[in-house]
């Protein structure tokens, strides 16, 4: 459902006549929420807990992966806080049988759920996919990756406990719990997306606090070769290596990219139309993939992305240069090609005797980036006809192209004319790939403190994505911010690991959870501060033109047209109620008390900033009111621990602090 669709147009309204407007704006347009879904189970009339008391252990394999291993501990964890019982743990090499009386909870992939046969497979589930099945008196939880069996566990800690996570430390699980009734469980989920992650700073770790997210995704073992997950191409054939003039044995100039003042930090994927030295770089290639698969049996996803930061040109040597025009100026053609081929080679060697120990299902992702965008295709804008050039630029399976689209406005529909270039770009690269990834963008990165409305349109977004058979969705907020995240950053990260499951959620029920929850007692009027942000990001849509549109995560938004000084005095009041309101909470919960008076004091921080921004030099507002929002800015930012304040190239914080202090 989308939210704020209904959107009247002021044509002669002043920005003072909006803030009065808004006055009376205490609710979403769209009326209240409906009740959460959930799938009903037949009982079958036994307990998992009963009464306070329990029989059941845990088993896990004697080999668990680490995934599974934090399986364990959570079931264990949040069902201790909720029934104040702590459960047994126990290997399968400990367990001879498991009979029809057997009381245990099986975690992921044991030796009894490969002998009842639950354990799923890729092809059933799909990567991030899991089975929950009760046989007998056991409940088994296995993923078709050990990484699906850690969403399986939180899923059943839904089901059981109404386990739900929001935020770093915020959580709900219900309490005094006494009965946990045994339910026919026969879920086999198929996750709209093999792979789903929301990137923020403080959530770049694969085991932070971001695994906690009910139902939601994480990153799977990839990329080890450079240590993150992209922009990896050169680790594969690094400079240090292989251009080195005095190890002639090891020296392979042709296969980075040269230009006029100097070498480039990239690949050439033509290898200058050297064959020899081309078909050295895809056995080169191979052999770094080889090594890592062997030292990892759970690794099947590698990124082969361009270098960051050197990305405004592209090889222009003959080869490079008569591949892209060849295929229609789109200088991704010579990636294409390149990773086919070295597909084919890693396929053939897994049919070798030396390769069939790590044969498995592998993908590897490059971005579509920058000068790599244009899918090497023929496209007709009149008829919105797809065609082929020829054949070799389809990309094997294996193979998955990664749109990363900065052009696109993301306050805007995938289906707006200003996206139209970006929705015809997905459909190009749908047309020559199985898979295909999407790298969406969802903050400001030239002002990591102002905040992005890109809540209209998310979940349109996300159902477009899984109609296109997208495999892999990266949503990128601000990775460089290592400590708390304005702009309502800690929402749509819990969005989009509900989107990421499930792209028909009820958004403005998972909305309205998430302010309950989180905000405690200041949620009405946090609440009505993110509905009036969204109505005034509407209206500054349809009257501005430099407020939203392509490339939007680059915009100046700090300028009064966009937001009145009558209106951000509204909502910096809107923030200190909600603080006024949360005291209530001090003495029943002074943890839950203090998450919620951080997360307040967090959003309190993009208001008072665009105060400053806009209006810190204003003489006729009394200073009186500029040093209460210095003082409040500069006290948020110490209390959170705020670092960054853009990226590309990163701006620390520090220069806003000084000017705070003055």
């Given at each position: 459902?989308?939210?704020?669709?209904?959107?009247?147009?002021?044509?002669?309204?002043?920005?003072?006549?909006?803030?009065?407007?808004?006055?009376?704006?205490?609710?979403?347009?769209?009326?209240?929420?409906?009740?959460?879904?959930?799938?009903?189970?037949?009982?079958?009339?036994?307990?998992?807990?009963?009464?306070?008391?329990?029989?059941?252990?845990?088993?896990?394999?004697?080999?668990?992966?680490?995934?599974?291993?934090?399986?364990?501990?959570?079931?264990?964890?949040?069902?201790?806080?909720?029934?104040?019982?702590?459960?047994?743990?126990?290997?399968?090499?400990?367990?001879?049988?498991?009979?029809?009386?057997?009381?245990?909870i099986l975690i992921g992939d044991n030796k009894f759920a490969v002998?009842?046969?639950?354990?799923?497979?890729?092809?059933?589930?799909?990567?991030?996919?899991?089975?929950?099945?009760?046989?007998?008196?056991?409940v088994y939880i296995v993923g078709a990756t050990s990484t699906a069996t850690l969403f399986g566990a939180y899923k059943f800690l839904e089901y059981t406990v109404n386990y739900d996570y929001f935020f770093t430390d915020i959580y709900h699980?219900?309490?005094?719990?006494?009965?946990?009734?045994?339910?026919?469980?026969?879920?086999?989920?198929?996750?709209?997306?093999?792979?789903?992650?929301?990137?923020?700073?403080?959530?770049s770790d694969a085991h932070s606090q971001v695994t906690k997210y009910s139902t939601s995704k994480r990153p799977f073992d990839y990329d080890p070769i450079s240590g993150f997950g992209g922009h990896s191409s050169m680790s594969y054939l690094p400079q240090s290596k292989y251009f080195n003039e005095n190890d002639p044995e090891n020296y392979h100039p042709k296969w980075y990219m040269q230009e006029e003042d100097g070498l480039c930090n990239q690949l050439c994927y033509t290898a200058r139309g050297d064959q020899a030295e081309y078909d050295l770089m895809i056995k080169a290639s191979a052999e770094t993939i080889f090594n890592a698969m062997r030292k990892n049996?759970?690794?099947?996803?590698?990124?082969?992305?361009?270098t960051d930061g050197a990305f405004e040109t592209w090889c222009h040597c003959d080869k490079c240069t008569e591949v892209t025009n060849y295929y229609?100026?789109?200088?991704?053609?010579?990636?294409?090609?390149?990773?086919?081929?070295?597909?084919?080679?890693?396929?053939?060697?897994?049919?070798?005797?030396?390769?069939?120990?790590?044969?498995?299902?592998?993908?590897?992702?490059?971005?579509?980036?920058?000068?790599l965008v244009k899918a090497p295709v023929n496209?007709?804008?009149?008829?919105?006809?797809i065609t082929l050039i020829d054949d070799k630029v389809i990309c094997n399976k294996e193979v998955v192209p990664e749109l990363a689209d900065l052009g696109m406005d993301y306050t805007q529909s995938i289906y707006a004319e200003v996206n139209k270039e970006t929705y015809e770009r997905y459909l190009c690269w749908e047309f020559i790939a199985q898979k295909i990834g999407a790298y969406v963008y969802s903050c400001v990165y030239n002002d990591y403190l102002v905040p992005l409305d890109d809540f209209n349109d998310m979940q349109e977004l996300y159902q477009f994505l899984k109609s296109i058979n997208v495999m892999s969705v990266f949503n990128l907020g601000n990775g460089a911010e290592k400590s708390f995240h304005t702009g309502w950053a800690a929402l749509r990260t819990y969005l989009v690991s509900k989107l990421s499951n499930d792209v028909d959620i009820d958004m403005n029920f998972y909305i309205q959870k998430f302010f309950d929850n989180v905000y405690l007692d200041g949620s009405e009027k946090m609440k009505q501060l993110f509905d009036e942000f969204r109505f005034v990001g509407e209206y500054n849509t349809a009257n501005f033109s430099d407020y939203s549109g392509r490339s939007v995560c680059y915009n100046d938004f700090t300028k009064e047209i966009f937001f009145s000084k009558q209106l951000l005095t509204r909502w910096r009041n809107l923030c200190n109620e909600a603080l006024a309101e949360v005291v209530k909470n001090q003495e029943n919960d002074p943890s839950q008390y203090r998450n919620a008076y951080n997360m307040i004091c967090g959003e309190r921080v993009w208001v008072n900033y665009l105060f400053f921004n806009i209006y810190g030099n204003d003489s006729s507002i009394p200073e009186q009111t500029h040093k209460a929002i210095k003082s409040e800015l500069l006290s948020d930012i110490e209390r959170l621990g705020i670092t960054t304040r853009q990226e590309g190239p990163v701006v620390s914080i520090d220069g806003l602090v000084d000017l705070l202090k003055r």
């Open positions: 459902m989308k939210l704020f669709r209904k959107f009247i147009v002021f044509a002669l309204v002043s920005l003072f006549s909006v803030s009065t407007l808004l006055s009376g704006c205490n609710s979403t347009p769209e009326g209240p929420t409906t009740p959460e879904e959930k799938p009903l189970f037949e009982s079958t009339g036994n307990y998992i807990f009963k009464n306070g008391l329990t029989d059941y252990r845990i088993i896990y394999p004697a080999d668990a992966s680490s995934d599974e291993t934090v399986a364990v501990e959570e079931i264990k964890f949040i069902l201790s806080e909720a029934t104040n019982v702590e459960l047994e743990t126990v290997s399968d090499a400990e367990i001879q049988t498991v009979e029809s009386q057997s009381k245990y002998e009842k046969n639950v354990v799923p497979t890729s092809e059933q589930v799909n990567l991030s996919g899991y089975v929950i099945k009760t046989i007998d008196n056991c699980v219900d309490q005094d719990v006494l009965d946990i009734p045994l339910m026919k469980y026969d879920v086999n989920f198929k996750s709209p997306f093999d792979y789903s992650m929301i990137r923020y700073g403080a959530h049996p759970n690794l099947y996803m590698f990124d082969f992305s361009m229609g100026g789109a200088t991704s053609a010579a990636v294409v090609l390149f990773l086919n081929d070295l597909t084919d080679y890693i396929n053939e060697y897994f049919e070798s005797d030396q390769g069939k120990d790590i044969k498995r299902e592998y993908y590897i992702f490059f971005y579509a980036y920058f000068s496209y007709n804008a009149e008829t919105g006809e």
